[in-house]
């Protein structure tokens, strides 16, 4: 079955450090893959997606994520996290089924939390 | 959120009664997705919409109807066939189906009384 995994249900972290949140993920063929970012009681606000192409992708806010096809993994990072980053964070994939890209699959979501 | 609305933000429904979430777009997307979020959940696929007068069921679509009638809008009925309705719902739209990044709505929170 295709998934996304988010291991981390919460992550903690200092402000002025640096931030990862993790994800794998089991699909076929070559995903596109997407982070977003929700916080409470809002729709979910896109940062970054990956393609094809250089394996680090820049997105909004100063968020990054690397794209590691042998581990199967996106993780995204930030290298000074601010206290306004604290949010829920979710990875999505599409799977590429034959040519095709499939609908996004949902990670269940980390709970980013910066402290001051 | 820009350019994707839902309303009302909050609904409450009795038990037995049918809902309507309105969704409307202006980026001239031609997808349009429901997902219902709960807690530790993430986000389940509940119909998607490729193209006006076109929608495909999706994971979780029993309880659930849609119609598209416009390109704009893809309204959701949660009915009173869906066992456990209370979540929060979100409506998204893409230029086109599949992996094209998908924007999001606020949200409505539906809570059955």
């Known amino acids: 079955a295709q998934s996304v995994a988010q291991p981390e249900d919460q992550v903690n972290v200092a402000e002025g450090n640096p931030l990862t949140v993790k994800c794998t993920y089991s699909?076929?063929?070559?995903?596109?893959l997407f982070w977003y970012v929700q916080y409470p009681n809002r729709g979910l606000q896109f940062l970054l997606k990956?393609?094809?192409?250089?394996?680090l992708v820049k997105g909004s806010y100063g968020f990054e994520a690397e794209f590691n096809k042998s581990q199967t993994s996106f993780h995204l990072k930030k290298p000074s996290a601010l206290v306004s980053d604290s949010a829920l964070y979710f990875c999505a994939v599409s799977p590429n089924y034959g040519g095709s890209q499939g609908n996004l699959i949902f990670g269940k979501g980390t709970k980013l939390s910066v402290k001051p | 959120d820009g350019g994707i609305t839902q309303s009302p933000k909050y609904l409450f429904r009795k038990e037995g009664q049918n809902v309507t979430l309105s969704c409307e777009q202006n980026?001239?997307?031609?997808?349009m997705y429901w997902y219902r979020q709960d807690p530790g959940q993430g986000l389940r696929l509940i119909y998607y919409?490729?193209?006006?007068?076109?929608?495909q069921k999706g994971d979780i679509a029993e309880g659930y109807s849609v119609s598209r009638e416009k390109k704009e809008s893809f309204p959701l009925t949660v009915t009173s066939a869906q066992k456990n309705p209370t979540a929060f719902y979100l409506c998204a739209s893409s230029i086109v189906l599949g992996g094209d990044t998908q924007y999001f709505g606020p949200g409505t929170r539906l809570t059955v009384l």
């Open positions: 919409s490729q193209i006006v007068n076109d929608f």
């Open positions: 980026l001239n997307h031609d997808a």
């Open positions: 699909v076929s063929g070559n995903p596109y």
């Open positions: 990956y393609i094809t192409g250089d394996n």
